[in-house]
């Protein structure tokens, strides 16, 4: 059987699946080499498909959300208490204060043990 997969979500290279070991089927990138692990050819061809996009480090969304616009309107209003007269302050501020409100990836959102998803021994 052979599968149609998508192209990898790391580097957009062709991916190739195959048997692996005697527990399953992986879905590997043949450029970038990252893995994604099923019981089957069907089971990790769905997997690779279907997985949710990552957001990479230090992607912000397009738009402020209101707690990154609130955050760095505290953070001028701080700097202004503080006695900061200069607008690169402000900006400096506001800026680093409404990269820390940006909304941050899901934590066990299962990408970090996709390469093995209960096939290995670990």
Known sequence: ??????PCPF?????ICYRFAKKGWAAECE????EMLGANEPDVAAKWNARAPVAQAGQ????PTE????????????????????LYVYAGV?????LA????????????HAW?????DE
């Open 31 to 34: 450029n970038c080499d990252f």
């Open 60 to 63: 912000v969304p397009e738009k």
């Open 116 to 120: 093995c998803d209960g096939v290995c």
């Open 1 to 6: 059987m052979s599968i149609e997969l998508k």
């Open 67 to 86: 707690a990154m616009l609130q955050a760095g309107m505290n953070a001028m209003a701080e700097a202004q208490r503080n006695g900061s007269q200069s």
């Open 94 to 98: 506001c800026w680093d204060a409404m």
């Open 101 to 112: 409100a940006a909304p941050q990836p899901a934590e066990g959102d299962g990408i970090d």
């Open 11 to 15: 580097c957009g290279a062709k991916p």
